[in-house]
């Protein structure tokens, strides 16, 4: 398992992390903002919450490990150079995914110290670039050399 198999199987476990700082924040009067997250504790209160969360992370779980396995099939078994110049595109899509909620989660923390702090797209934007050129960076060796 290389570093990108790591970084990408952090993304499972981001929903957990999101409903838990959720929890947090609508304590503190903080409201639910996603569509589906909303509607399913409008609905179903916190346990339509859990299963969103689990459903999320099950399907996030599938998608990573068929990413992870289609990138040792055509990096390390057939030996596709080009590979991985198109592996590229799915697995920063996933990191900025995770950037997403790691935002999330941060801005969910944020909640008791200022409300109205929660609610700016550029720390939210800035929260997302910051992650995804952390996670970008620690992957680079084996993005460029995938061995």
Known sequence: MDRIDKALLVLPLLPLADLLSTLFALGFGGEEVGILARLALEQYGVYGLILLAASASLIFFVSMKTVIYIKRLFVNEWELKSARHVLRIPIYWF???????????????????????????????????????CFSMFTMPHVKHPR
């Open 95 to 133: 990191f900025i995914l995770e950037g997403v909620y790691v935002s999330t989660v941060v801005m969910n923390l944020l909640v008791p110290i200022s409300p109205q702090l929660t609610q700016s797209i550029v720390l939210r934007a800035g929260l997302v670039a910051a992650y995804f050129a």
